[in-house]
């Protein structure tokens, strides 16, 4: 996860001083969606989701252009004043968070809050507390509901226990903590189990709400093509084990098999990987 968009931004940041001080371009309404959002709306629902939702795109779009499309939205942030020197301090610090080296080993709450205040203190190295509170604020307290999650799951309580108590800790929180989608979109994966609940926070704090929907989609996808995939080698050996066909039959049902079974712009993906199913 470390090595993805957050490697392209390790390597974008040497040129960062020549985006620094280009001239901003007048904030003018454009659309700032690479080709991959474009079934998407641009998120503005925090200032954190948009600057996360601009930097997903690192890798189709130059981060110059990303710069400039960043602070051409400046309005849509409501309280934060983002200019380009807030924007190369927010590379900063996820770059600087993606180095953390704290191991997180399943439930173990110990770990998770480690990372936490971890977390908390490197806001506060890169940023103010009004910064903090209206680019972070959210996402801190959902990862500090996390926490008590997995804490009340700890002391011994019943499935049912847990649950009041959870629906007790939440009625004492603020309205737009108990009402927000990002809390729903966490109590769901909470509800998957801890393994999922790591891996979420951390894509959260990694690539933000919108990224790690994304990326959830992503592993959905993959999962559905590699149950697929190998429902079809079985159908496909099953052809091939056949000593009643000849090659020219086997080749014809596979071919039959692979086109029905994928769309044609995986047709190559698919015989490529049939080859390396078979060893070569």
């Not at 004492?172 to 999922?196: K, T, W």
């Not at 590699?226 to 090659?247: C, E, K, P, T």
């Amino acid at each position: 996860m470390k090595k993805t968009a957050l490697t392209i931004i390790t390597i974008a940041l040497g040129s960062l001083g020549a985006v620094y001080f280009l001239p901003s371009e007048p904030a003018a309404q454009k659309d700032i969606r690479a080709t991959s959002q474009h079934d998407t709306s641009v998120d503005n629902t925090s200032p954190k989701a948009f600057l996360d939702y601009s930097l997903s795109t690192l890798g189709e779009k130059p981060l110059q252009t990303i710069t400039q499309d960043v602070v051409s939205e400046e309005r849509a942030l409501g309280e934060l004043q983002l200019d380009e020197q807030l924007f190369a301090l927010y590379l900063r610090y996820k770059q600087a968070l993606a180095d953390l080296d704290i191991e997180i080993t399943g439930s173990d709450i110990t770990s998770l809050e480690t990372l936490h205040q971890a977390i908390l203190d490197l806001q506060r190295e890169y940023f103010s507390a009004q910064q903090i509170d209206l680019i972070f604020g959210e996402e801190n307290q959902l990862r500090a509901l996390a926490l008590e999650k997995a804490r009340l799951s700890e002391q011994g309580y019943s499935a049912e226990e847990q649950k009041q108590l959870w629906r007790d800790h939440l009625a004492l929180q603020p309205e737009y903590v108990q009402e927000s989608d990002a809390n729903r979109r966490l109590m769901s994966e909470l509800a998957q189990g801890e393994d999922a609940q790591t891996t979420y926070l951390k894509r959260v704090e990694l690539v933000g709400e919108a990224g790690a929907q994304r990326l959830e989609v992503l592993d959905q996808n993959r999962a559905e093509f590699d149950r697929v995939f190998q429902h079809y080698l079985v159908q496909r050996s099953a052809i091939l084990d056949d000593l009643g066909l000849s090659d020219e039959q086997k080749h014809k049902q596979i071919t039959m098999l692979r086109e029905t079974s994928f769309d044609a712009k995986q047709w190559r993906r698919i015989e490529a990987l049939e080859r390396i199913a078979d060893g070569g």
